[in-house]
């Protein structure tokens, strides 16, 4: 190699005064684009002239590359920028979700597309000549392109493909989202690994103090990396009444974004862990970037084992960084912002994706009356070394034929769909929290599943068997096995499975919200979709709206999820957040349906959940999903038959559906009409202060009449007290009508208006 | 959680006076173990008296692991152990090999299993009470087990299953072994990424001046991790005619060891390069435990990319750790130690595994005339984006129809049995060095490339394609398309593969050595063999026998191949060296047979290759391997044809091989009968000195007459300035008679003697 001197020098770069400027197209929502005099692109958004964003930076922060080639580790992206062009646009069309709370999509915004190029120069002494005699020039091209909407605004950064930007690494995003106020947030810790922590309430300037607590709570943090450092979708509220939500669109290939708060404390922003790979040392941390002003939100990805945020390819772009505003918290939760700002469906055939309604043996082992293993023979297994048929059980093993069986003809009698089954396969003796890379096969069940048998008795009663594969974050070890575990999945009968990423990934060192396993969940649903299989992934990352382009993607975890209520509980307001938060990006396998809330009852599980059966029955419409479970035991529906009938009743796809109430952490009401009927069902959910819903039945058909069937908290319900307190009317009711409907403290209704 | 406090002590352990010794079969080795006085496990190792291994220690230093339970974050497992049991035993057997240097193996061991324990306690205050109330024993197990053979020792660390060592995290092994004398060694630096480096040649106290050298040389060193740290198989010599080897055997799935030395320099042993992950942060590094005596090597692994260099579950043992020995240079290449350390054949059928001599379309691309990839109008491509019926070729693509007959029909003319192709696939555009994900799809050949065709076409003349699976070190992209890879070959009729690992692995942060990275090559091997395919993996890890166990591991590069004669050169002796250090493992595919040494007078390359065309015909003798290339071009064989009969007429499978004459760095000569014939072969190889081999033909078979065709460089033959001179004789042989044949400087000879 030729022995070189090598300077980098910035160019000062003549600024040019343009801007542009983008209005929403009922003219509410405003955003103003301009680079600084230094060249950073910077813009600002307005709801109703109010300010939503404040002047905030955008640029992103690259690694140095060994194998970049000379004059290509400029590192760079966030300033010296010139505006080369602006592009204005309209696009309007409507599109028809597989499945969703409506039928129809209307995507309706005004574009502004900035490109920027940003110049350097290299100097260097030729072998044997002075310094400065051999100096060159060279530009790279960025594209920001901003959409916006009468309810919020995307933009994101795109990279052409040039002979100047072809491979690169991001060493940090720095995406600012500068707040106009100390609002309120609803907000999670930031975690490299976790998300399923209880939501936290505070000011923006309080997130410090809290965040400890936070992180102690309930001891469900992994890998924390800022003490401001916070998840999106972050829902906030204005001093003013403004309702603010950041969150991302389209997240594929890409880390899953954090957001770190510069408050009035902050001394550097936080990068990351450090690199573990002597290939790559990206982190002279801390960046001696200048520090936005307080309240200001800074973008920060999820690193892989290195220490790298992402390794880019041009052209390619970054997911959409969405900010949702409106001064009516109702138009949080109807906003189709995300889903819009993904690419349509990519999938020829869609026809063999169902919302299915499910049971599943399930909630007994999360309670611990029964396991997911078979024995208890030995302190750990390999699956090659074990002849399953000789072991001795443990007694306790839950997917054994009796018990599914059992759960199948509960299915087939109330109509539901299908039938998951935990623990149906070999492996289950040492799965967490041994970082053990070859857990699962994925094909092998215990000897007391006949799973030829299950399926066909399953579907001789019109009912099919919801697989499982749980990878316990051995994600090497799944990709090993998927291929043939789908073909088994095919040979059976199976149409859709839960995945599940518990515990540390394997490649070590990796993190579940990093580009590398982010590729890892989009790569399982595209394989999954050539088998025609619809996937359930669990501890996966928060999903960003993808499920419009791979519908089979029915669900995800991504959350605080009922099973939660078996660990401790979570508070009564966490289901009237998480429509705000989490459920911004895709629906929530969030397994509703507790009826028997105190597990002591009939396990020696001490936790309890804190919800009313009314309450329980409300989920099923807040907490929108194509995938519906009834978690709780078949007995305990059997025990309240009459509020079951609600569940038996509900729908999981909507033609319509329309917000009626709602404020973050208090309640949420909501009306749907059922896919392709004149059947609308009504929920309400409220925290633990209570609510009375006022509903103004203006949407039902003026020319029908409904059988109104109304599932109520009693009068002295409450979540703690008396959860299983609920009252049954029925009456027939038409257009116009009100109903007013008291809800309990932690509790809710449920109301089906079948057209007559 | 409940809080605790916690305090480890360790126990005052009794020791014991117990001691084991074993000698190998005839005496000449003997091992001594015992623990030492602070309950260190301690072996010496003798050969016919004289010291080889003064007293070392052996332990395993563990990583804390959040998972381990109250108790188990104990991390020592080097000292306080006491001796609970000794069982010595003997085993004698004699094997066959698939394919080798023999027919038959002895396997003749003593062998000494001593069981080790350790206790410790642990003290913690009971939830309110007083320290020193609530204190628990632990008790740990392992094994060490020597077998002890004529030529040499192995010894391993064996972990049983138990209560208190279930799975656990391995920050380093401490393994040591204590020259007896500041020897001459043959070494390359320690990397974590490659062997590829030129073998360096010091006494022990002068690595570390000489390393700075060693790790520029070439350029090619990329991940080197201490001042004295070096390579195995690591060849030496003493100064009173001892001959030492360390490497080791067996290593499946765990990390691969360097040796790192400790001179009179040494103030700390290096550890690993810092931890990526948050999760495990195994290194408080440097470690606090007591340096050994000066020239001493310590095992030092290779790390993942959190740094840590294993995780094991129990029941499991390490790689075999071998120590050769012998006064005479000519046992160290006839050794079969390492091999029979390895597991017998684990595969039923093996009837599909062959030797063979091949051709291929490589060289002129190495050289620089041609190219792998077929256009260059992109700056970067993704594979899903290219119609590759519509690029633009650059004309200089190498793997075209017309090119892979032209080396079809030369393999079918002259008796190879298979033709590689490189460059067949779509994806070499930008292959290397961009530390790019979905590189390759192994599926999709390039449009010139009509791969029914050239299999149809090479098949009707008996010849086979040897298929080519360049990863560029994207594991993750190749174990995605692996299946689907193989099963094309299996459709189109290839039953080999030559893999490749060039440039960073991803998942990123691992290293080519790592345990994860040792397992993904042994999972290659075992799925090719589900498919009956035999694999060549080139850049993978250094063999350690495992060809033994999986006997369709064919090859490996993994060390500096002839590929390196055109990018500079390698010296004349190093294939002198190889064969007593990177081929104790298992083959290489060095890939011989460069006729025209000067690339200048066909390419534009300035690089030669330091050999004379009777060198590079003995190469096939020395260079033992089932796997033997025709490196060079047609016409450059076509140019020298009555040389090139040696290359059509030898064997590359070997009932019986005499070492005749041997020194490391200067000379071997080697006689080998051809596998199920009378026939005979011998090659000799010298270094830049030249040699005269003095061959006795005592191991002819007395009753019968041999045509002997002697291939030899003529008398002005010369390495740099006349490597194409030699002289071919014949005349009739038999037993008892003596050749005397000069090798030029560079040069060697080869002899085929066809029984009559």
Redo the contacts between chains.
């Keep these: ?1 030729r022995k070189r001197q090598l300077l980098l020098s910035l160019l000062a770069v003549p600024m040019l005064a343009l801007a542009g400027e983008v209005a929403s197209p009922n003219g509410n929502v405003k955003v103003k684009f301009y680079c600084d005099a230094q060249g950073r692109p910077t813009y600002e958004m307005t709801y109703k002239d109010r300010p939503v964003v404040l002047p905030s930076h955008l640029g992103l922060e690259l690694a140095k ?1 060994k ?1 970049a080639s000379f004059g290509l580790n400029e590192t760079d992206l966030m300033d010296r920028f010139e505006i080369k062009k602006e592009e204005t646009s309209t696009f309007d069309e409507t599109w028809r979700p597989v499945w969703g709370e409506t039928a129809t999509i209307r995507n309706h915004y005004n574009e502004l597309a900035v490109t920027l190029g940003r110049q350097w120069q290299e100097v260097r002494s030729a072998e044997g000549g002075a310094i400065g005699q051999n100096i060159r020039f060279y530009e790279r091209t960025i594209l920001i392109r901003f959409r916006v909407y009468d309810d919020g605004i995307g933009f994101r950064y795109e990279f052409p ?3 100047n930007l ?2 690169f ?1 991001i060493k940090e995003e720095r995406s600012e989202f500068r707040m106009a106020g100390d609002h309120t947030a609803w907000w999670l810790p930031g975690d ?2 976790t998300q399923e922590q209880e939501t936290q309430q505070t000011k923006l300037s309080e997130i410090r103090a809290r965040m400890q607590q936070a992180v102690n709570w309930g ?1 469900s943090s ?2 924390v990396f800022s003490p401001t450092g916070v998840q999106t979708s972050l829902q906030m509220k204005s001093d003013d009444g403004l309702y603010i939500n950041i969150h991302e669109a389209a997240c594929a290939d890409y880390a899953t974004m954090h957001l770190e708060l510069v408050d009035a404390q902050t001394k550097a922003l936080t990068t990351e ?8 040392t990206p982190n002279p941390a801390p960046s001696d970037w200048p520090l936005p002003q307080p309240l200001t939100f800074v973008s920060h990805l999820t690193p ?5 945020k992402g ?1 880019m ?2 052209p390619c772009e970054t997911p959409w960084r969405t900010v949702m505003v409106s001064d009516d918290a109702r138009d949080m939760l109807s906003s189709n912002l995300i889903l819009n700002l993904n690419e349509p469906c990519a999938l020829d055939d869609t026809s063999w994706i169902h919302p299915t309604k499910y049971c599943g043996v399930w909630w007994e082992m999360i309670v611990g009356k029964s396991s997911w293993n078979y024995t208890d023979e ?3 297994i ?1 699956l090659d070394n074990i002849d399953w048929q000789k072991v001795k059980p443990n007694g306790r093993h839950a997917a054994n034929n009796e018990k599914v069986k059992r759960y199948i003809d509960f299915a087939a009698k109330n109509g539901l769909d299908e039938v998951l089954v935990e623990g149906w396969n070999v492996g289950w003796e ?1 799965w967490a ?5 070859d857990v699962f096969d994925f094909q092998t069940p215990y000897p007391d599943f006949d799973i030829k048998m299950l399926n066909d008795y399953a579907h001789s009663k019109g009912v099919k068997l919801l697989m499982h594969h749980e990878t316990s974050s051995s994600t ?1 070890n799944y ?2 096995h998927m ?1 043939k575990a789908f073909q088994l999945m095919n040979r059976y009968g199976y149409d859709a499975v839960k995945t599940g990423y518990v515990g ?1 990934i394997i ?5 579940h919200y990093s580009q ?1 396993m982010n ?1 890892h969940y989009l ?1 399982v649903v595209k394989e999954a979709a050539k088998h025609h299989i619809m996937v359930n992934a669990h501890e996966a990352t928060r999903p960003t709206g993808l499920c419009r382009t791979y519908p089979n993607l029915v669900g995800n975890e991504s959350a605080r999820g009922t099973e939660y209520e078996a660990f401790g509980g979570s508070r009564p307001d966490h289901t009237c957040i998480l429509p705000f938060t989490r459920l911004q990006g895709g629906p929530m396998d969030y397994t509703p349906g507790i009826f028997v809330t105190r597990l002591k009852e009939w396990s020696n599980n001490d936790s309890w959940a804190r919800i009313t059966i009314a309450g329980s029955l409300a989920l099923y419409l807040t907490m929108y999903s194509p995938l519906q479970m009834a978690a709780d035991l078949p007995e305990h529906y059997e025990r309240f038959d009459d509020a079951f009938q609600f569940i038996r009743d509900v729908a999981c796809d909507w033609d319509e559906s329309i917000y009626l109430e709602a404020e973050p952490a208090d309640y949420i009401t909501v009306a749907r009409k059922a896919k392709g009927t004149d059947n609308w069902f009504i929920g309400g959910k409220c925290d633990e202060n209570g609510h009375e819903a006022v509903v103004k039945l203006d949407f039902l058909d003026k020319d029908r009449k409904y059988e109104c069937t109304i599932y109520q908290d009693a009068k002295d319900a409450h979540y703690e007290t008396n959860p299983q307190a609920y009252v049954i009317t029925k009456k027939t009711v038409k257009a116009g009508q009100t109903l007013k409907i008291k809800e309990a403290p932690g509790g809710g209704f449920a109301v089906s208006l079948m057209a007559l």
């Design positions: 190699m590359d194998h493909q040039q002979q072809n491979y690494l490299y690994d001891n992994v890998a862990l450090g690199g573990g790979s002597n290939a790559y892989d084992a290195t220490g790298l390794a390819q041009t030995f302190p750990s390999k040492d929290n041994m970082w053990k890379r090497q990709e090993r291929e540390d490649p070590r060192g990796d993190h590398s590729n790569y």
